[in-house]
C-alpha cells in the first residue's frame, strides 16, 4: 500500500511539473519574442595606452591589487581581453602592503564607430551598445571602498573607450566608506562573437 502511494505521489508530483513546464513554455517565447532585436553596428579595434597612478585617502591598495582591480574594470567596459595588458609601474617599499601612491600602465584595445569608407586590410566588427555599471561587486566592503578608484577611473581611464549616456555618482568623503554614493554606469560599445553568430 505505501508503495502504492509513492508511485501515484511521484506520478502526482512528476505530473504536476511536466504541466507547469508546458503552461510556462509560451510565457518563455512571449519573453524571448520581447526582447528588442540588438542594433548591430560596424566597429573596429583601436589601441590604446595609459598611465594611471592612484591616489586614495580612503582606501589604499598594493601594486598588484591596483592592477587587478582595474584590469578587472576595463574588462568590464569592453577592452579586449586577448591582448589586455596591465603592468604595475615600480612599487616603492613592501609590494605585499598598500602603496601611497601605486600606479599601472595599460595597453588595451578599445572599439570605435568604423570608419564610413575603411581601408580593405581594414578589419571590421559587429558589435553593439552595452549597459555597464561599476562597481562590478555590488555589495560588502569592496564596492564601499571604490569611490575614488571609480572617481579617478572615470577622470583618466574612461575617456579612451567609446561611451554614451555616462552617469557618474560619486560623494568621496576622505577616510569615510561611501557604500550607497558611488557608481558610475554607461553604454559602451562592444562585441560579441556568440551573439554576432546567433544573430546571422
Known amino acids: ?21 508546458a503552461l510556462g513554455a509560451p510565457a518563455l517565447a512571449d519573453n524571448a519574442a520581447a526582447q528588442p532585436p540588438i542594433a548591430w553596428k560596424p566597429a573596429v579595434w583601436v589601441p590604446k595606452e595609459v598611465q594611471f597612478v592612484y591616489m586614495g ?16 574594470m576595463v574588462l568590464q567596459m ?18 605585499d602592503r598598500p602603496n601611497p601612491f601605486p600606479g599601472v600602465k595599460i595597453k588595451m584595445s578599445v572599439l570605435q564607430p568604423a570608419p564610413d569608407a575603411p581601408s580593405p586590410d581594414t578589419q571590421v566588427v559587429q558589435a553593439y551598445w552595452k549597459p555597464v555599471k561599476l562597481p562590478y561587486r555590488q555589495s ?31 560623494t568621496c ?19 560579441d562573437q556568440k551573439r554576432v553568430a546567433d544573430a546571422r
Do not use: W
Request: charged content about 20%.
Open 1 to 21: 500500500m505505501r508503495k502504492l502511494m509513492r508511485r501515484k505521489l511521484g506520478t502526482s508530483v512528476f505530473g504536476a511539473i511536466a504541466l507547469g513546464m
Open 57 to 72: 585617502f580612503t582606501t589604499h591598495y598594493t601594486c598588484d591589487g591596483l592592477r587587478d582591480a582595474v584590469r578587472e
Open 78 to 95: 569592453g577592452a579586449r581581453k586577448d591582448d589586455l595588458k596591465v603592468y604595475e609601474t615600480p612599487c616603492a617599499g613592501n609590494p
Open 140 to 170: 560588502g566592503i569592496n564596492a564601499a571602498g571604490q569611490c575614488e578608484l571609480i572617481e579617478q577611473f572615470n577622470q583618466k581611464v574612461l575617456p579612451l573607450f567609446t561611451t554614451r549616456n555616462v552617469d557618474v555618482k560619486t
Open 173 to 191: 568623503v576622505p577616510h569615510q566608506l561611501s557604500p550607497l554614493g558611488t557608481s558610475l554606469q554607461a553604454e559602451v560599445l562592444v562585441t
